[in-house]
């Protein structure tokens, strides 16, 4: 295995020799996202590249440490890029190569006249979701329920395939914002976190792992969605927890969309020292006066 090199070493590229869409599910198989989806075949890699997508690489030198890979998209008003897949070997994942990965695919579809690039993410994926909401700005805007349906074979926790889709405004002025800033505001988070109302009241199980109990319909300007700090420790000490997560986000996330709320934020906060990752809501706009 290649040493980890520095990230001013990375380069970031268009991929287009068959060995490099090859190298892509082998990627795609160390990094193992979603174990039960097979990696995309290089056929309809090269496909994407060809008419419209795009596929683009992370390189330690010669070695493909993450890519990307999109294609057009169309909703019957707007043409967007839908960015299927993107994913990071593990000796790599502490480089901030996911973000530098999402910012070249950004550099690129502006090249192509394109201004937005949307996909689908588990909204119970903290690493996911602080990357794309927080450091890219992206937003979520519909909940999608066993999006997937049943992946992979009988027998395994088999968790729901829902998802949420991330819209991504490439221009906008939050997006540009968030791309420049360096680093959380932890003052201005923690206050936020104390101040908003929790949809979802949680509490410690005998591992230490925190469980939802209950589930409320949002209010007042500002309210929180907490998801698992980390879902592989409850995959492995207590997965009969996961279902329970699954269902009270679901919950969650639809009463908050259909009362008009909209996810603009997300953060890992330490009340007590407890590290705990949150969505933060926004209500909607109050009516103007008559």
């Known amino acids: 295995m290649a040493a980890s090199p520095a990230p001013k070493d990375f380069q970031f590229r268009r991929l287009q020799k068959p060995e490099e869409f090859r190298a892509v599910e082998e990627v795609d198989r160390a990094a193992g996202g979603i174990p039960e989806e097979p990696p995309i075949p290089t056929p309809v890699q090269r496909a994407f ?55 070249h695919q950004r550099d690129e579809i502006l090249r192509q006249g394109l201004d937005e690039i949307r996909w689908t993410f588990d909204p119970l994926q903290s690493r996911a979701a602080f990357l794309y909401l927080h450091r890219l700005g992206a937003v979520p805007d519909r909940y999608l329920v066993h999006y997937f349906g049943r992946l992979g074979g009988e027998g395994g926790e088999n968790l729901e395939t829902d998802r949420v889709r991330a819209v991504w405004k490439l221009q ?46 949002p209010s007042g300007p500002s309210a929180t969605l907490e998801i698992p700090f980390d879902l592989g420790l409850i995959r492995e ?5 996961l279902r329970t997560w699954r269902h009270a986000t679901r919950d969650a996330f639809r009463a908050a969309f259909d009362l008009g709320y909209t996810v603009d934020d997300f953060a890992v906060v330490s009340p007590d020292h407890e590290r705990r990752s ?13």
């Open 237 to 241: 000490h207590a997965p009969g927890n």
């Open 172 to 217: 906008d002025p939050t997006v540009v914002a968030r791309l420049e800033a360096k680093e959380p505001d932890r003052a201005a988070e923690e206050a936020r976190f104390r101040a908003s109302t929790p949809l979802l009241e949680t509490e410690l199980d005998d591992h230490g792992l925190r469980v939802p109990t209950s589930v409320s319909e």
């Open 278 to 290: 949150v969505y933060f809501l926004r209500g909607p706009p109050a009516p103007a006066p008559k």
């Open 49 to 103: 590249q060809d008419n419209g997508g795009l596929v683009v690489g992370a390189f330690a030198e010669i070695y493909l440490a993450g890519f990307a890979v999109g294609f057009l998209g169309w909703d019957g008003e707007k043409l967007y890029l839908y960015s299927h897949r993107t994913a990071v070997r593990p000796e790599y994942q502490n480089h901030h190569l996911g973000f530098r990965l999402k910012t």
